[in-house]
């Protein structure tokens, strides 16, 4: 059995253009904090790997800060780490991930076809694939058959589920022909249930952070087990910042005051 947190759509260094510099700066430094608290619920949960689904980078212009809060952070961690880079964080010699040395835990997917890697210690097989560009228009499961041996068969990868366009279109087919225990998914920032095809469990965790009004409520990680034949992953709550929207009625008496009343008292 194996102890899994999957994690995904970071988008470190967001512009948050919306806001003023400061506040800008703030929330940038908001998101690299995020990267030591994960590092910790890894610890604390004892998890025993780490996915991350790609789009860990909102762009190709990354503070150098956020370059070394990211490595160290993985770096820290206990167990092995697997990325998959996506449409926002594309791998090319160019990129981030080719710039830095990474840490030995840390183990980044390359290729624009799947590779595996072989956990011996964990009996586990991990598969990944990366994004070479903005765009893919193949699905990320081409080629990937998992062999029904026994071990622990996962999956990183960014796309997107019943897509049509070029961000890596997965169908329930291919998914269902994979032969994986559990497919962890990035590109879709709301986080969703445990879905199924065929006998593979399939999930987006969401975005750990919402940045605006379009990423609403709890944001978080997925955590949990899995063995061969069986998946048992939860939601995890992770970020301190909510962005919701309510509706209030100031038809009576004094609008403010409603509103107010309607708000944290902080």
């Known amino acids: 059995m194996i102890k899994l947190i999957h994690g995904a759509d970071l988008h470190l260094d967001s512009p948050f253009s919306g806001l003023t510099p400061e506040q800008a700066a703030a929330r940038r430094q908001e998101q690299r904090e995020l990267l030591d608290r994960l590092a910790r619920l890894a610890r604390e949960r004892e998890a025993d790997l780490l996915l991350l689904s790609g789009d860990l980078l909102d762009s190709r212009r990354t503070y150098r800060e956020t370059a070394q809060a990211l490595a160290r952070s993985l770096g820290s961690l206990p167990c092995p780490v697997f990325l998959a880079p996506g449409n926002h964080d594309f791998y090319g010699p160019q990129s981030l991930y080719a710039a830095l040395d990474w840490p030995e835990n840390v183990h980044i997917f390359t290729s624009g076809s799947v590779r595996r890697a072989e956990l011996p210690g964990l009996d586990c097989v991990v598969y990944g694939r990366a994004f070479l560009g903005p765009r893919e228009d193949r699905s990320p499961l081409e080629g990937c058959r998992a062999e029904r041996d026994g071990r622990v068969q996962l999956m990183a990868v960014h796309g997107e589920v019943d897509g049509r366009g070029e961000y890596g279109p997965i169908s329930r087919e291919d998914i269902a022909c994979s032969g994986l225990d559990y497919l962890a998914l990035g590109h879709v920032h709301a986080p969703s249930a445990m879905n ?26 997925l955590f949990g087990d899995v063995e061969p034949g069986r998946v048992d992953m939860q939601f995890v709550p992770f970020a301190r910042r909510r962005y919701e929207i309510l509706t209030v009625d100031v038809s009576q008496g004094d609008a403010l005051e409603t509103i107010r009343r309607r708000l944290p008292p902080d």
């Open 196 to 221: 199924r095809a065929g006998s593979t469990v399939w999930a987006y965790p969401g975005c750990p952070q919402g940045r605006g009004f379009d990423e609403t409520g709890d944001r978080g990680f």
